[in-house]
């Protein structure tokens, strides 16, 4: 009984662990707002040390800010890593985003993840859950490729919505023909990101 019950109960106490590690966080579009755009904006991200938390969370602010002013209502998601490894990390960083973001009642949102290991959990989560769209904002870190290269794989998912990349990498291969790219101009994210749902025109 043990032997069977002991890997059921570590699965259970990672997942409150890394629970209490998701902030979610919700801006309702500006009461200035010329247009209350219908389509919401969750904002997924990744914390692995203190430094970066408040740079990261500095990102944040100011994109959840901008489309306030637009007129859009955002959802930021930052999950802080555990500093372990673990080969089970990317399905619980999913099925947490998905509990942590189930209560929300919105349509489906552009997604818009910054950095790396937020873009797999990104694939991940759109390859099970409806989106409007993806948009994937690189973040260059060394801890991230290391994480990438070993908890969080490509999670491959069937095209049915419109997807950017803004980063200065190339596009994951199971994506060509189907994405946009666009150059990363660091600091000037958010005016790249408008411009291309102009483009697209949502």
């Not at 069977?4 to 209490?20: E, M």
């Not at 991200?45 to 901008?66: C, G, H, M, P, Y």
């Amino acid at each position: 009984m043990f032997n069977i019950l002991k890997p059921r109960s570590l699965l259970k106490y990672q997942l409150y662990q890394l629970r209490n590690k998701i902030t979610i966080s919700k801006l309702d579009a500006a009461e200035s707002a010329a247009v209350k755009r219908p389509t919401p904006i969750l904002l997924l991200r990744t914390v692995l040390t203190n430094q970066e938390e408040k740079s990261s969370n500095e990102w944040a602010t100011n994109i959840q800010n901008e489309f306030s002013k637009l007129g859009y209502f955002t959802v930021d998601a930052s999950i802080t890593l555990p500093p372990k490894k673990d080969e089970l990390l990317l399905q619980t960083c999913y099925q947490e985003l998905s509990k942590a973001t189930s209560d929300l009642s919105f349509f489906p949102p552009l997604l818009v993840s910054h950095g790396e290991v937020a873009a797999r959990i990104s694939q991940k989560f759109v390859s099970n859950k409806p989106v409007s769209g993806l948009v994937m904002i690189d973040q260059p870190s060394e801890e991230s490729v290391e994480l990438c290269q070993s908890e969080f794989p490509v999670s491959e998912f069937e095209p049915r919505f419109p997807i950017c990349m803004i980063s200065n990498k190339q596009a994951p291969e199971f994506l060509d023909g189907w994405i946009d790219t666009v150059e990363l101009e660091r600091g000037n994210e958010f005016k790249q990101l408008t411009e291309w749902m102009d483009d697209i025109g949502m």
